[in-house]
Structures are given as structure tokens and as C-alpha cells.
Nanobody, 123 residues
Framework: QVQLVESGGGLVQAGGSVRLSCVAS????????MGWFRQAPGRERESVAA????????TNADSVKDRFTISRDNAKNTVYLQMTSLKPEDTAVYFC????????????????WGQGTQVTVSS
């Protein structure tokens, strides 16, 4: 069982930066692949970025390429999402997720989810 707690969201002006953190419980964090997702009001959940247990990372959403970076610190059981050049359309609840996955990349689904953290970008 893995519990995930996100933090770092809030209100930021367009063009600004925010770093989200997701702390995982348990001792097997380094064996999990991690992902960041977001969901805006009235829209479906969108995969933003993912990082494998090996450290290989992927930015999945074309709209955030070159602006968002996912990273992980296994010593701290934490995965990060560094968001720069934020736009109002980045406003959403951001979720992190975990899966123990050794198949093709990226994982088809995730087993554990956090409660989410709100990011609001003002214009």
C-alpha cells in the first residue's frame, strides 16, 4: 500500500513558476513509477508527466513540453513537478500517482493516487 500526499499548489500569476511535491509513504518508493496528472473543471483528467522507477522521464502533454519537468528524489520518497511559464490554461487540480510497473513505457494505468493540489494561474 502506498499513500501519496501532494503539496505546493496555490495561486500564481501567468508567467510564474511553481514546484509541486508528492511524498510517498512506504519503503519501496524507488521501485514505483510515478506520474503527474491534472484535471480542470469540466474537463477529463490529463496525463502531464511520468517518471519510471529507473529515472527515465516523459512529458506526456504537448501543452506542457519545455515548461514542466518531472523529477524524483528516492532518498526523500518524493516526486516533483517543476512548472514554469505558467498559463491560465494550466489551472487545474494536480494529482500524483504511483504504480509498480515493469512493462512498456508509459504505464497504462496507476494503482495509487493522491488527493490532489489546486494550482490556479491568474492572467
Amino acid at each position: 500500500q502506498v499513500q501519496l500526499v501532494e503539496s505546493g499548489g496555490g495561486l500564481v500569476q501567468a508567467g510564474g513558476s511553481v514546484r509541486l511535491s508528492c511524498v510517498a509513504s512506504g519503503r519501496a518508493f524507488s521501485t514505483y513509477s510515478m506520474g503527474w496528472f491534472r484535471q480542470a473543471p469540466g474537463r477529463e483528467r490529463e496525463s502531464v508527466a511520468a517518471i519510471a522507477w529507473t529515472g527515465v522521464s516523459t512529458t506526456n502533454a504537448d501543452s506542457v513540453k519545455d515548461r514542466f519537468t518531472i523529477s524524483r528524489d528516492n532518498a526523500k520518497n518524493t516526486v516533483y513537478l517543476q512548472m514554469t511559464s505558467l498559463k491560465p490554461e494550466d489551472t487545474a487540480v494536480y494529482f500524483c500517482a504511483a504504480v509498480s510497473w515493469r512493462g512498456g513505457w508509459p504505464p497504462p494505468n496507476y494503482d495509487y493516487w493522491g488527493q490532489g493540489t489546486q494550482v490556479t494561474v491568474s492572467s
